[in-house]
């Protein structure tokens, strides 16, 4: 079946170019887009879509961040990616501290709109975190709090985090490293237990916020 795509943003011709593009493509079941945090919650909790494409700042009323955290209380499994605006504005990090896996810009092209959606569809992976701590320093948002004090990582555990923040695929990651994907896999495990993420995203905002990772 293809992946539901539920599109939200008070723009709306930002939803219906982003929902041409995906309609055009075939690959996706497009539903009827909503313009409000709100109606995303409701939206979501009707029709339980394959991914959420939202948009961060939604003036007036509920933002983008607080419909990611409604909806991921509603299923912590939900696939959100947040959509930006030309240069990343504030939000990104809460969002990504409320459960989004990714963070799209308004302004890519057809072909990185539907890879992106393709791939966040079906679940998270590390090439979605490509740029994104660096999208996280031009916000200039304030980073979330840290849940806990920094934990002691091991050097090959840096190692790990570091090309996942840059967002290096699990096959690069492990030949680079000279692990089996199975190792590999369960030291990026660790890794979250230790640093309290829920999923890929999380890390890169804990590397930020420990100081473990710096953007270039």
Not at 23 to 40: I, K
Not at 82 to 95: C, D, E, Q
Not at 137 to 166: F, H, M, N, V
Request: glycine share 8%; hydrophobic share 45%.
């Amino acid at each position: 079946m293809k992946p539901s795509v539920l599109i939200v943003d008070d723009d709306r011709w930002t939803t219906r170019a982003v929902a041409a593009t995906l309609s055009d493509d075939g690959g996706f079941d497009v539903l009827e887009p909503v313009h409000t945090g709100e109606d995303a919650v409701d939206a979501f909790a009707a029709s339980r879509p394959d991914l959420v494409l939202m948009d961060v700042n939604m003036p007036p009323g509920m933002s983008g961040v607080d419909a990611t955290a409604a909806i991921m209380n509603h299923d912590p499994q939900a696939h959100v990616v947040l959509l930006t605006t030309v240069a990343p504005g504030p939000g990104i990090a809460r969002g990504l501290e409320a459960g989004a896996m990714a963070v799209l810009n308004k302004t890519a092209g057809e072909s990185e709109l539907v890879a992106v959606v393709r791939a966040a569809s079906a679940g998270e992976t590390p090439e979605l975190l490509k740029g994104l701590a660096t999208d996280i320093a031009i916000s200039g948002d304030q980073l979330p709090e840290a849940p806990e004090a920094a934990p002691q990582l091991t050097e090959r555990e840096l190692e790990l985090l570091t090309l996942l923040c840059e967002g290096h695929g699990y096959d690069e990651i492990a030949a680079d490293l000279k692990l089996s994907m199975h190792t590999m896999k369960s030291h990026a495990q660790n890794l979250r237990l230790k640093l309290g993420a829920k999923n890929l995203a999380q890390l890169v905002i804990r590397a930020l916020q420990f100081k473990f990772y710096s953007p270039e």
